[in-house]
């Protein structure tokens, strides 16, 4: 079963535009992490947030966690054709020791 | 550093053939692990390994073998290929301990007639 799970499933904007993609797991975390896939490509890590942790900036990303709601969302400003990918929460829940369960993605096109 | 190599990159097999996915990483990672990805279903963790000569079970093991005896290889072995095993194979490694990011290989697609 998935721990995380992401919506929007897809999405797309033009150049220039925000995109804000979520994520809901189930049990109580270490950490949350966002991956980045290309399509064809192996996964790319992008940011990660710790369970004690509320808001964490990479660039032009903002990642934040809500522990309480067992959500986080992450945000990409001023997107760009080269954003086009899939993009991945995985979470590292407590009692898994450090094994990593991924949502399902969302995968964002961003047109010029 | 090449970081984690997969091979080979593409894969067709008739069911009930063997065939072992290879999987390297130059990192001096003690964590290893093997994910599927199917459409729609993100990525299952299929086995995984926490230092040479220790492995695991994962979401999803069943027809999959692994086995650990380098901190450099984490083989994917598939016994009696099946169709429902046609997917494509991520390797994933980090530092050891309980926490961190995962560095990806490129992946091994496999299809299975």
């Known amino acids: 079963s998935q721990q995380g799970e992401e919506d929007p499933q897809a999405l797309s904007i033009q150049e220039g535009e925000n995109a804000t993609m979520n994520c809901s797991y189930k049990?109580?975390?270490?950490?949350l992490q966002w991956y980045r896939q290309n399509s064809g490509r192996g996964l790319v890590h992008l940011i990660l947030?710790?369970?004690?942790?509320r808001e964490k900036h990479s660039g032009r990303l903002r990642v934040t966690l809500d522990t309480s709601k067992k959500s986080s969302s992450l945000l990409i400003t001023a997107s760009r054709a080269a954003d086009t990918a899939s993009y991945f929460c995985?979470?590292?829940?407590?009692?898994?020791?450090?094994?990593?369960?991924f949502g399902a993605g969302t995968q964002v096109v961003v047109t010029p | 550093n090449a970081g984690v190599t997969q091979t080979p990159k593409f894969q067709v097999l008739k069911t009930g053939q063997s065939m072992t996915l290879q999987c390297a990483q130059d990192m001096n990672h003690e964590y290893m692990s093997w994910y599927r990805q199917d459409p729609g279903m993100g990525l299952r963790l299929i086995h995984y390994?926490?230092?040479?000569?220790?492995?695991d079970q994962g979401e999803v093991p069943n027809g999959y073998n692994v086995s650990r005896s380098t901190t450099e290889d984490f083989p994917l072995r598939l016994l009696s290929a099946a169709p429902s095993q046609t997917s494509v194979y991520f390797c994933?490694?980090?530092?050891?301990?309980?926490?961190?990011?995962?560095?990806f290989g490129e992946g091994s697609r496999l299809t299975v007639l």
């Open positions: 049990t109580s975390i270490n950490n």
């Open positions: 995985a979470t590292s829940a407590t009692d898994s020791w450090g094994k990593l369960q």
């Open positions: 390994s926490v230092g040479a000569g220790i492995t």
């Open positions: 994933a490694s980090r530092e050891g301990g309980h926490t961190g990011e995962l560095f």
């Open positions: 947030i710790r369970s004690n942790e």
